[in-house]
């Protein structure tokens, strides 16, 4: 099934789905610090810039549903939008970050040039509807709890305010207890709609409370599902990259080592193009 994704615009200078090459989702899991947050963006936004490739910075400002009330959540609404907006104006780059309430969105919506909304949320109907409302792009992540083609309800949730900019996430597939799977069939079922659909392998690969009173992972296996992906026809990629993935403060078992972030982005737009050249019919 090859049903080419609308083309749709996140700002003036970048522009996903349509003709437009594959695109990146990336940061840090959470914002740890500012000047963190700066470096990695700045990092990522000088690798995609040299292969061509959309660039989303995106980090939380908040872990609402981290495993343990120990865990470390993020500097909070007001700090965290402060950061992602100066990381937008010096960087000139779009940024992502999640909202989990709907009386978040309106001031989220003020910073953020896309709205997510968590798997865990995905079925939070007045959440879907106030972000759809704010007519931001909204990267919309399948729960792990919901088969690909229930994500047509989730989208008729979205349209139904007129909000037709929308990125669809595949994030993997409760599998028994802590443990994800990734079925590929759920990129062009996803892609039957015609909007951006993005493999997440970071969160693919993730064991969720798989440690006890936080989250395992394995992250070597995160090109794997990557590249099985690109392979199923997804528009974009979404990465949790660190720069020492070893002392994240969140989902440091499924996060990309920005060390290894060229040669591999590299790969992808090669899988990628050979499999554009697949499909075309000439």
Known sequence: MNIAAKEIEINSRVRIGG??????????????????ALDLALCIKSVCEDLKIPFI???????????????????????????????????????????HETIQVSQAAEVL???????????????ILEAAKTGKPLNIKKGQFLAPHDMKNVIDKALSQGNDRLILT?????????TLVFDVRSIPTMKQWGFPVVIDASHSV??????GDFSGGESE??????????????????????????????????SFNINNLKNFLALCLRIKNVVADADDPD
């Open 170 to 178: 595949e994030r993997g597939t409760s599998f028994g207890y802590n």
């Open 57 to 99: 910075f995106k980090a939380s400002y908040d872990k609402a549903n981290r495993s343990s009330i120990k865990s470390y959540r993020g500097p909070g609404l007001d700090k965290g939008l402060k950061i992602l907006q100066r990381i937008k104006d010096e960087l000139q780059i779009p940024v992502l970050s999640d909202v």
């Open 221 to 254: 296996f995160i090109p794997l599902m990557a590249k099985a992906g690109i392979c199923a026809g997804a528009d974009g990629l979404f990465l949790e990259i660190h720069d020492n993935p070893s002392l994240a403060l969140s989902d440091k078992y499924n």
């Open 113 to 127: 040039d896309v709205i997510q909304i968590p798997a865990f949320l995905s079925r939070q109907t007045d959440l």
């Open 206 to 211: 993730q064991k969720p409370g798989g440690e």
């Open 19 to 36: 003709t437009n090459p594959l695109f990146l989702i990336g940061g840090p899991c959470v914002i740890e610090s500012e000047g963190h």
